[in-house]
């Protein structure tokens, strides 16, 4: 009787005019390769800060979410989204 515990990113989604990653994760508990239970987490991440922020921010992320955000993050986005936090815009 072997017990797992496994996470995968099971669902990814742009969103918005700033390109917006929403990751759901799937938490699957497992015996002998029977599922016994299943959740979700969800997380979004965003284009905000300097380019060295956000390689340090995507360093953690599998390689998937950093070629989806690398992907959608263009500069023009990356600009338009840190200006609209700057309060430079109106949303």
Do not use: C
């Amino acid at each position: 009787m072997a017990l797992t515990k496994e996470i995968k990113i099971d669902k990814l989604e742009i969103v918005g005019d700033y390109k917006k990653i929403q990751i759901r994760e799937a938490i699957v508990v497992s015996e002998d390769g029977v599922e016994l239970a299943k959740s979700f987490h969800r997380r979004i991440i965003s284009p905000n800060g300097s380019d060295a922020v956000i390689s340090a921010s995507l360093a953690t992320e599998t390689t998937e979410v950093q070629s989806v955000a690398n992907a959608v993050w263009t500069d023009d986005v990356k600009r338009a989204y840190n200006t609209f936090l700057s309060g430079s815009i109106n949303p």
